[in-house]
Nanobody
Framework: QVQLVESGGGLVQPGGSLRLSCAASGFIVNEYTIGWFRQAPGEEREGISCFTNADGNAYYADSVEGRFTISRDNAKNTVYLQMNSLKPEDTAVYYC???????????????WGQGTQVTVSS
């Protein structure tokens, strides 16, 4: 059974950092396309980063390029999102998602975690 569990969210001041974790079970993370998404209240879900199985590369949305870094620990079967220089507009619920197909980062995903809240505020 595929399961994704996010953790690491919280309240942080502008300019601060957080590292989100996405612990996976039921599959091997480096064999799947893994994406990070976020959704702020009243807004559509936004894809922000992923490792795609199509070419093995990492991709980022323009809104987070240079500030966020996706990584994975194959031994722990976990994907991380390091978030630096956080801004109030980064406030959202953050989700990780997984799909077994080689695909674009911003397409449909079969499996989703429950989300973790990130709030950037002074």
């Amino acid at each position: 059974q595929v399961q994704l569990v996010e953790s690491g969210g919280g309240l942080v001041q502008p300019g601060g950092s957080l590292r989100l974790s996405c612990a996976a079970s039921g599959f091997i993370v480096n064999e799947y396309t893994i994406g990070w998404f976020r959704q702020a209240p009243g807004e559509e879900r936004e894809g922000i980063s992923c490792f795609t199985n199509a070419d093995g590369n990492a991709y980022y949305a323009d809104s987070v390029e240079g500030r966020f870094t996706i990584s994975r620990d194959n031994a722990k079967n976990t994907v991380y999102l390091q978030m630096n220089s956080l801004k109030p507009e980064d406030t959202a619920v953050y989700y990780c998602a997984a799909d077994p197909l080689p695909k674009s980062c911003w397409g449909q995903y079969d499996y989703w975690g429950q989300g973790t809240q990130v709030t950037v505020s002074s």
